[in-house]
């Protein structure tokens, strides 16, 4: 009780230089705890900007095969691929678009068959909610005519062939001299939203293609429950193609989901093997290129981090050591009365215990802020992505323990000198004059600093702290030592400068009427 009365006493006489040592340790905490927040942060944002700098196609999922135009054999095989998708996808499964489309026909132009442009039949599902309409509408009810088809089509199909809503464009089969089915057109359409990840880039359908042989190749959309009656009728015994696209959530993926996304890459396609569908995808590419670039992006940060932590700990530090100056009377009078060295330590052990328990526990929740704050308005706000949320990983916890009980070695390392001292000595040490410390007098501190700026010329000259190319990525140490330098540098040679500083003051102040400033300073 006599010990807890004591620690407030001091509390309430010293409580602007607890205050400020309190702060200090709760802050370099936190920024080692938001270390490991910062470092996932910027991986995963990371990892989902090289998924958008993909292509759509490169990036999701496509599946392919051919089958015959069989209405229940395609819904049989869509129902097990949506489901397979589902089990070994996960949380990383965003829609499936499914489509099929027909064999190229020849159109007719001007009377005469076209050797250059050919068209097919497709559906693609859910085209209507992601198209609007130049003119006309969507087909609705079986054709009315035998070899009329009724489908919509493209802005660009519609000007190129200039056909409007109600013409009928005559189609040729393969290897036919004569027209053998009409294309009646219902609507004229145009994607929304061309960028929309829904139109897989270039397997958009509204978009016209060419190759080596032909000058354009379009489509023609027509509805799913027409389309295998169609195609059955105008292709008999013919297998048209099938694909599901696979759209991804780029943004539910993480550093520590990779491995295990690659893994169920890897099962699904030995599952769709069995099934005989092929998957087409650079996703493991794209995550194991990021993986390799990763240590690169890892290390800097951490070690820059450390870097921040070392000057806030040397913060501690010092104020640490300017407060067990303002102890020492006090300890030194308390082993005159009687008191051992035990219970003086006993009571600043309980006060940095608290301290650093308090950092401990506002550590994590702090530094996560600091990670948020960046994002709102820091130099992570141009890469923060559409439903992006913190997570506040279980190292940060570790990063803050291990902050705090560093920072609890901080407060406790000047108390071993300030307990040997006896009233006597205290006197005695007040009396006489200070001499500067050993690296002032060899001038190190001189030295730390013209390095700092050496190296920060450096770092400016080269312009990054990674050297090489992918695979080959390696650390320039040499450049990331140089923030840690400048800033010890600049530490130690105001410890320098500040005592001068003080002494032209308080000069000034000598010379001034009045004796407030002049012993303040």
Request: glycine share 6%.
């Amino acid at each position: 009780m006599d010990s807890l009365l004591f620690m407030l006493r001091r509390a309430r006489r010293h409580w602007q230089i607890l205050l400020t040592l309190s702060l200090g340790v709760i802050l370099a905490t936190a920024l080692l705890s938001s270390g490991p927040v910062l470092v996932d942060t910027v991986t995963e944002m990371g990892l989902y900007l090289t998924f958008q700098s993909s292509g759509v196609a490169e990036a999701n999922v496509r599946l392919t095969t051919t089958a015959p135009p069989d209405q229940a054999e395609f819904e049989v095989l869509d129902g097990e691929i949506r489901k397979l998708l589902r089990a070994t996808l996960g949380q990383h499964l965003d829609q499936v678009i499914g489509s099929a489309q027909s064999p190229w026909m020849s159109p007719w132009l001007e009377g005469e068959i076209s050797t250059d442009q050919r068209i097919k039949l497709q559906s693609y599902q859910r085209i209507q909610d992601h198209v609007e309409y130049v003119a006309g509408g969507w087909p609705t009810g079986a054709n009315s005519k035998a070899g009329v088809i009724r489908a919509v089509i493209s802005d660009d199909m519609a000007r190129s062939l200039v056909l409007r809503v109600g013409d009928r464009l005559p189609l040729s089969l393969e290897h036919s001299t004569k027209p053998d089915v009409w294309l009646e057109v219902t609507g004229i359409v145009r994607p929304k939203d061309p960028l929309n990840p829904y139109w897989f880039g270039e397997y958009n359908p509204l978009t016209s293609q060419s190759g080596p042989h032909w000058s354009a190749q379009y489509s023609a959309i027509i509805p799913e429950d027409v389309f295998f009656p169609t195609i059955s009728m105008l292709f008999p015994g013919e297998k048209n193609d099938l694909a599901w696209h696979a759209l991804l959530k780029h943004n539910a993926f993480s550093v520590a989901s990779i491995e295990p996304f690659q893994a169920q890459l890897a099962e699904l396609d030995a599952k769709l093997g069995t099934l005989q569908v092929s998957m087409n995808t650079d996703v493991p590419d794209i995550l194991a290129r990021f993986q390799m670039q990763l240590e690169s992006i890892r290390i800097p940060l951490y070690i820059l981090i450390v870097e921040v932590m070392l000057l806030a700990l040397y913060f501690v530090t010092v104020v640490a050591a300017l407060s067990m100056r303002l102890a020492e009377r006090e300890f030194a009078i308390l082993r005159s009365r009687g008191a051992s060295g035990w219970q003086i330590a006993r009571i600043q052990l309980a006060e940095a215990v608290i301290i650093a328990a308090v950092a401990f526990l506002s550590g994590p929740w702090l530094g996560a802020g600091l990670v948020k704050a960046l994002s709102w308005a820091g130099p992570l706000a141009d890469l923060e992505q559409i439903g992006w949320s913190l997570n506040l990983a279980p190292s940060a916890w570790l990063a803050s323990g291990a902050g705090a009980l560093v920072c609890l070695a901080c407060l406790l390392l000047p108390l071993g000198s300030a307990l040997r001292r006896s009233i006597v000595t205290h006197q005695q040490m007040m009396a006489r004059s200070t001499q500067s410390p050993w690296w002032q007098r060899l001038y190190l501190d001189v030295f730390a600093l013209v390095s700092g700026l050496i190296l920060l010329w450096r770092l400016r000259l080269y312009g990054e702290m990674v050297t090489g190319g992918p695979g080959g990525v390696r650390l320039d140490w040499l450049l990331l030592l140089a923030p840690v330098v400048l800033l010890l540098g600049t530490a130690t040679i105001l410890l320098r400068v500040f005592p001068l500083l003080l002494r032209v003051a308080a000069s000034l102040a000598a010379r001034r009427p009045g004796l407030e400033s002049a012993l303040a300073l």
